[in-house]
């Protein structure tokens, strides 16, 4: 089946600094990816969608400024959590569509 | 109310248990429908689409129906491996992403 792979798996930063995140589909074009955030024991929210050659589209409450995404790429969509601050401690994890959905593996983001 | 709604749980169930879980969704437009498995702290893992006209996978059954807007999961002989939390997700038109209800927890014990 269709493989996203995310980088990285695991992230421990100090508040301030910028993350990001790579997501890549290995051997399918994806033309739209979505990146989701998960709190412990909540369910996956969508934050947004990433569109190769133009902007992202966000959901609602989630600021653009805070989270970079680009997708520069057939292949690859990267989202920056700027100037992460403890709130932002989360797990994110991006997908694809190839028919279904598949995701990548996640990332787990701790600020400290 | 919710886009997706589902028991979350925990089920406590032991070994070999039949146990099943509902989920009911808002939208009547909704087109597609899918039962993931998601472990802890890891990604999301398609286990079954599910069809107007019910459908079967080993011990999984899934089934929608349409008039009463819900989605059910049946596990029978329940594995201590199928202890995870099932998500119930729904689509729309589109090329919008999912909407993934909060999942119930099943915890299956020996």
């Known amino acids: 089946g269709a493989v996203v792979s995310q980088h990285p798996s695991w992230v421990i930063c100090k508040s301030g600094t910028s993350v990001k995140i790579e997501c890549r589909s290995l051997?399918?074009?994806?033309?739209?990816m979505f990146w989701y955030r998960q709190f412990p024991k909540q369910s996956l929210m969508l934050m947004a969608t990433s569109n190769e050659g133009s902007k992202a589209t966000y959901e609602q409450g989630v600021e653009k400024d805070k989270f970079l995404i680009n997708h520069a790429s057939l292949t690859l969509s990267t989202l920056t959590v700027t100037s992460a601050h403890p709130e932002d401690s989360s797990f994110y994890i991006c997908?694809?569509?190839?028919?279904?959905?598949?995701f990548g593996s996640g990332t787990q983001l701790s600020v400290l | 109310r919710k886009e997706v709604e589902q028991d979350p749980g925990p089920f406590n169930v032991p070994e070999g248990a039949t146990v099943a879980f509902n989920c009911t969704y808002s939208n009547s437009a909704s087109q597609s429908f899918f039962w993931y498995r998601q472990d802890c702290r890891k990604e999301p893992k398609l286990l079954m689409s599910v069809y107007s006209s019910g459908n079967e996978d080993g011990r999984f059954t899934a089934q929608l129906n349409r008039a009463s807007q819900y989605i059910s999961l049946l596990i029978r002989d329940s594995k201590l491996s199928d202890s995870a939390t099932y998500l119930c997700v729904v689509s729309g038109t589109g090329r919008r992403a999912l909407t993934f209800g909060s999942g119930t927890r099943l915890q299956v014990q020996p």
């Open positions: 997908s694809a569509m190839e028919e279904k959905l598949f």
């Open positions: 051997d399918f074009q994806a033309t739209t």
